[in-house]
């Protein structure tokens, strides 16, 4: 009998670990991803700073890194496109309500927030001219 206690008692802590340890890997994964999609390069901050009309697209692509979507203008200029889109999440936890199913109380609300950047080129592959938008809902 004390056998089966004692192997209850590790299959229970087990599964609080991997309860509390699997939330932490998704929070990192998502973090990482966002990386991925330009990360903290790509801020309005970074536009107004960086990049100035007369630069090379390499500049561009050190200040900002890859574009999105690259097209052309009806003179077959090229035009850059950077999208970013963010989803910013608030959670304020009450507590464990059961620990074994491992559900919380308490309250979230998200937001989302885009940034949209077009980088327009001239013959000579510098900037010509560029504009960004950006909204938060």
């Not at 979230?108 to 000579?124: G, H, M, N, P, Y």
Request: aromatic share 8%; proline share 1%.
């Amino acid at each position: 009998m004390k056998r089966f206690v004692s192997i209850g008692v590790i299959s229970l802590i087990s599964l609080v670990f991997s309860l509390l340890f699997s939330g932490c890997s998704a929070e990192y994964h998502s973090q990482q991803a966002q990386k991925g999609l330009q990360g903290d390069e790509l801020t309005v901050g970074t536009v107004q700073k960086e990049i100035k009309v007369g630069m090379s697209g390499a500049d561009v692509i050190t200040a900002m890194g890859s574009p999105n979507v690259i097209t052309t203008d009806e003179q077959r200029r090229e035009v850059w496109v950077y999208d970013k889109f963010a989803t910013d999440v608030a959670a304020s936890s009450g507590g464990w309500t059961l620990l074994l199913v491992g559900q919380q109380s308490g309250a979230a609300s998200a937001s989302q927030r885009t940034l949209t950047v077009v980088i327009k080129f001239d013959e000579e592959k510098k900037v010509r001219d560029f504009a960004y938008h950006t909204s938060r809902f």
